[in-house]
Structures are given as structure tokens and as C-alpha cells.
């Protein structure tokens, strides 16, 4: 039977900039992103971004995950506890 309106998804819980979000169940640390309405700024001038194509092309997405710098998170399924972040100019050598 076709349903209007389906089951809402289970949902987990991420951090993003330091705060919790629940997320849908399967979701990408780019949707987390977006649910959260944070986007990430270039490397050279700064500009502002945010994930474009949800499929690893545009690499958009880039984010720290789990202090890890340059992930493309539209390709890293969020997992509970997460913590993601926005990724700010160019990516920190040494340790995170
Ligand atoms: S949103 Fe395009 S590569 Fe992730």
C-alpha cells in the first residue's frame, strides 16, 4: 500500500561543531553537515562551501571527522557519536 507520509527513520546521535544532532539512520557526515546548516570555507580565499553533489565528485564536502582533516564526507556514513566538523582553510599538519 503506498503510504504519504512513511515511517520517520531511526535516528542517531552526531556531534557537529561541538554540538549534538540526531541524524537519519544511514545518513552522510555531509547530510549532517547540511541538517546542521554548517558549511566549510576554501583554503586559499576563504570562500564559503557546502556539500554539492552528495556523491564524491565535487569534494565540496570536505570536513575533519573524528579529528581526522579532509574527509569527504558525503562518502563517510555517520556513525553515533561522531564528531564532525567544518573543514577551515588548509588542513593542520601533525597531530590532530
Ligand atoms: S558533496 Fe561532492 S564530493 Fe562530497
Do not use: H, K, W
Not at 561541538?18 to 539512520?25: A, K
Not at 556539500?51 to 573524528?66: K, T
Amino acid at each position: 500500500m503506498f503510504a504519504l507520509r512513511p515511517e520517520r527513520p531511526a535516528t542517531i546521535e552526531v556531534a557537529v561543531e561541538g554540538q549534538p544532532l540526531r541524524v537519519p539512520e544511514g545518513a552522510s557526515a555531509a547530510v549532517a553537515l547540511l541538517l546542521a546548516g554548517i558549511g566549510r570555507t576554501t583554503a586559499l580565499s576563504g570562500a564559503p562551501r557546502a556539500p554539492y553533489c552528495l556523491m564524491g565528485v565535487c569534494f565540496e564536502c570536505l570536513a575533519e571527522i573524528d579529528g581526522v582533516a579532509n574527509q569527504q564526507a558525503c562518502m563517510v556514513p555517520a556513525r553515533p557519536g561522531m564528531r564532525i566538523r567544518a573543514q577551515r582553510g588548509a588542513r593542520r599538519a601533525g597531530p590532530a
